[in-house]
């Protein structure tokens, strides 16, 4: 029966569905199928295979037509499955659930072999839907897990092996860059971390750096300095706030540079704090070039969590490094500036300079 859409209908090349088999259109997928009378085969629009003779060519609405009239799926585009980013995506994020049930970080090489890919690939991959390597992401979520515990725990020792870590040397090794200071600071509610700062006008108003010994910790805005620093000592109530010294200054020379030229970068350490999904998300936000924008949507697809925008929103509101991590480049799907942090005008303010650089 299907050997009569080949000989009876006009030439394939001649139906609009043609062109976007040429393009290899992804929007095109889902509308239709196309089967290859030479090798047996049916394909998705966007399928990667080299381009077929029309005269071969057949289309069918679903799978199941082209199966219907004897062909099989494509290994390359497996046009019966789900999409590829689907299936990366679930893929993504059953080895997320695996990484974080385990107790001891799980190699490389056996999450790539449970997730049918090699190394490599599944690297790229994983990096790809997270924004973050495995080694890194199950880093964060540990450092996650030691934060909750340390609180309640009766001491480190105990906080140690709540989190599932069986030598504290490890844990120290771990702990450091994730928590920003020591796991004892930490519990202590940031007792004895020293964080410098300093308090400058920048073209969108008032700005203040602080420096914790691992990096840059907050770059806050607004209208009124003396609100800044009140809102650095929420962020960090129990450290100890020491005012700016001379050679400070030319750290807070380049993050004022960064904010009035976005497109010259930041070639400072950033001391990141947060949970691994905030850290999943600032990391994805890092990504968007200057000069582009993203949806919250996009940005809940991108870490693998396509319906955590809210939660994407919120992570986006509680980032302490102003244009660093720049999430004045998150707007609302319909093109809305959506809200900012430190007021929307300064958010208007960065997107126009950035599209004019
Ligand atoms: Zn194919």
């Known amino acids: 029966m299907d050997a009569m859409v080949h000989t009876m209908s006009r030439p394939a090349d001649q139906d609009p569905r043609w062109s976007a088999i040429v393009a290899r259109d992804k929007a095109a997928d889902g509308s239709f199928f196309y089967s290859v009378r030479s090798t047996g085969v049916y394909c998705r629009p966007s399928c990667a295979a080299r381009l077929a003779n029309p005269k071969n060519v057949a289309y069918h609405l679903t799978p199941a037509a082209a199966e219907a009239a004897g062909f099989r799926p494509c290994k390359r585009c497996r046009p019966n499955e789900a999409p590829r980013e689907q299936r990366e995506a679930a893929m993504v994020a059953e080895v997320c659930r695996r990484i974080e049930a385990a107790e001891t970080p799980p190699q490389l090489e056996d999450l790539a072999r449970a997730a049918g890919l090699s190394p490599f690939h599944f690297h790229r991959v994983f990096k790809a839907v997270t924004g973050v390597t495995p ?43 994730m928590l920003g200071m020591t796991p004892k600071a930490w519990r202590a509610g940031g007792v004895g971390a020293e964080i410098r700062f300093a308090v400058g006008q920048c073209s969108l108003g008032a700005i203040l750096v602080a420096q914790s010994d691992k990096g840059v910790c907050a770059i806050l805005l607004g209208d009124d300095p003396d609100a800044l620093v009140r809102d650095l000592q929420d962020r960090f109530p129990k450290a100890r706030l020491v005012g700016a010294d001379a050679a400070y200054e030319q750290w807070v020379a380049q993050v004022i540079g960064l904010v009035e030229q976005p497109q010259v970068g930041l070639d400072l350490p950033l001391d990141v704090r947060g949970t691994a999904f905030q850290q999943r998300v600032w990391s994805a936000l890092r990504q968007i070039p200057v000069g582009e924008t993203a949806s919250y949507q996009a940005i809940a697809e991108k870490i693998g969590a396509p319906r955590a925008v809210r939660a994407v929103a919120q992570a986006c509101a509680a980032n302490s490094l102003a244009v660093a991590i720049p999430c004045h480049r998150v707007v609302r799907q319909d093109g809305d500036l959506s809200g900012y942090r430190w007021g929307v005008e300064r958010k208007r303010a960065l997107l126009e300079r950035e599209a004019a650089a």
């Open 135 to 177: 080694r890194a992401y199950a880093a964060a979520h540990r450092a996650e897990r030691v934060r909750e515990a340390l609180p309640r725990a009766g001491s480190v020792t105990e906080a140690l092996y709540d989190a599932g870590f069986n030598a504290s040397s490890r844990f120290y090794e771990a702990a450091g860059p």
